[in-house]
């Protein structure tokens, strides 16, 4: 069974950075892509970034890109997202996610099979 436990969220000031982990186990984690998903209050969860096995590819939402960074140690078993310039707009509970198959990283939510708990990330004013 594969279980993802994300880690490193909190509280902030805008213009802050954060960096999350994502611990995986359970099953092979290099030959799999990873992807991170929030939800903000009163929104439908939503891509955020997308990292192939290798870390060749990766994608992001539009409104985070040169700001946030997805990457991976796959001797760790860990994904990252590392968050600079961080504005209220960005607070919401943030998700790992892993699919099910092999392949580039997905966009949407059916995509992939596995979630971990989430972890809050407040951006404040």
């Known amino acids: 069974q594969v279980q993802l436990a994300e880690s490193g969220g909190g509280l902030v000031q805008a213009g802050g950075s954060l960096r999350l982990s994502c611990a995986a186990s359970?099953?092979?984690?290099?030959?799999?892509?990873m992807g991170w998903f929030r939800q903000a209050p009163g929104s439908e969860r939503e891509f955020v970034a997308g990292i192939s096995r290798s870390g060749a590819v990766k994608y992001y939402l539009d409104s985070v890109k040169g700001r946030f960074t997805i990457s991976r140690d796959n001797a760790k078993s860990t994904v990252y997202l590392q968050m600079n310039s961080l504005k209220p707009e960005d607070t919401a509970v943030y998700y790992c996610?892993?699919?099910?198959?092999?392949?580039?990283?997905?966009?949407?939510?059916?995509?992939?099979?596995?979630w971990g708990q989430g972890t809050l990330v407040t951006v404040s004013s």
């Open positions: 996610a892993a699919p099910l198959s092999t392949g580039l990283p997905g966009r949407r939510e059916r995509e992939y099979d596995y």
């Open positions: 359970g099953r092979t984690f290099s030959i799999y892509s």
